[in-house]
């Protein structure tokens, strides 16, 4: 595997076949990972690029059903911010030092392009020095490049997985995966700094799956990657299946990093929530962001995609301080500033 491992590194791709063996392998993993902390310590030397996410909606007209808060839990107490609440999230965010703004929620057609781009504007104007990120799912080009113009610069959404037959086992009919990569090409076109990514030990998922993910990344080439374990939601048609590992989590993270160095990833939330060094096992294999949460304790335990997640009874600036102690006890450091993606060897952002 050695042989592999060392010419992802050198190539930054290898093939289908090649993808599939090392995924099911899934061997040498010290020496991976050693590889991807040299490769991330290169680029982004000991710092961890933090963002503060907002969750502002969990209304969503889909229905996937992996997810918590699909349109057909009635069991989800929904709720939406007010602009002068996200703002405050902003607000405290600022103080806590984020100088990115994430702003997620589902699908909630509540939020018109018109609401959206005011609220971005308004964002943009009273932190000019932040970055904002969307998150906010599927919409047409021209809303997305209606909030571009508004001052979005980065789009978050993860294509779940690449594979056509498995996107058909996650999603109901009316999803499809071809519209989410067209999405995907339509932000990268009109230029927002883009993050794909996928969920590990998803109902169905096999090695030529995560092989087809890696194939997608590969032509992609996104600025970010968000991957973490599936984790079963008690109120969803998946509720029984099993959860995907730490174990497997972590090797794609350490493959990822290999297959672009100046990769963002995250050590994500659903990483700490079946592991409680998750995220920082994650850093050692390779991650360089890490995304805790803005959003007001009162609705948090609502944004619940899958069941157990992690920092819902916390303050913004506990779960701040929490991160920077987990941090600052692997040796790296939150990084203040936007983080912006730095340039590869060629001299390219992505
Ligand atoms: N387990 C893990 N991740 C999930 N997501 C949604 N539901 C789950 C779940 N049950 C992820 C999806 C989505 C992101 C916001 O959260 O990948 O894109
Ligand atoms: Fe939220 Fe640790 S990150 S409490």
Redesign the pocket.
């Known amino acids: 595997m050695r042989r592999l491992i060392d010419r992802l590194e050198r190539d930054h791709k290898l093939t289908k076949e090649e993808w599939i063996a090392v995924i099911t392998e899934r061997a040498d993993r010290d020496y991976l990972f050693e590889r991807a902390r040299t490769l991330a310590k290169q680029y982004y030397g000991n710092a961890v690029y933090i963002r503060g996410l907002i969750e502002f909606t969990n209304y969503c007209g889909n229905n996937?059903y992996?997810?918590?808060i699909r349109r057909d839990n009635s069991r989800a107490r929904r709720y939406r911010l007010s602009e002068e609440e996200i703002l405050d999230c902003c607000k405290e965010g600022y103080a806590l030092g984020f100088r990115t703004f994430v702003l997620?929620g589902g699908e909630d057609g509540y939020y018109t392009d018109e609401k959206l781009e005011k609220l971005i504007r308004k964002i943009k104007t009273l932190y000019p020095d932040c970055a904002l990120t969307l998150?906010i799912g599927e919409r047409s080009r021209e809303s997305y490049e209606r909030y571009f113009q508004a001052g979005a610069d980065r789009y978050l959404l993860?294509h779940?997985t690449a594979d056509h037959g498995h996107y058909r086992k996650l999603h109901p009919e009316e999803l499809t995966l071809k519209k989410r990569m067209d999405c995907l090409w339509n932000l990268k076109e009109i230029g927002y700094q883009v993050g794909c990514?996928?969920?590990v030990g998803?109902p169905g998922q096999t090695a030529e799956c995560l092989a087809e993910d890696m194939l997608f990344i590969t032509e992609l080439q996104p600025h970010m990657a968000?991957i973490?374990?599936?984790?079963?939601?008690h109120e969803?048609p998946?509720a029984g299946e099993s959860q995907g590992t730490a174990e497997q989590t972590l090797y794609m993270i350490g493959l990822l990093r290999l297959l672009k160095p100046n990769l963002l990833l995250p050590a994500t939330t659903?990483l700490g929530t079946i592991h409680a060094r998750g995220r920082e096992e994650g850093i050692l294999a390779g991650a360089n962001v890490v995304m805790p949460n803005l959003s007001p304790v009162g609705v948090r335990k609502k944004y619940e995609?899958?069941d157990n997640k992690i920092c819902t009874g916390d303050e913004a600036a506990e779960c701040r301080h929490c991160l920077q102690g987990r941090i600052e006890s692997i040796g790296y450091k939150l990084a203040v500033g936007r983080g912006d993606p730095v340039e590869d060897a060629g001299g390219n952002y992505v």
């Open positions: 996937c992996y997810c918590g997620q998150s993860r779940e990514g996928f969920m998803s968000g973490g374990p599936f984790i079963p939601h969803t998946f659903a995609l899958y």
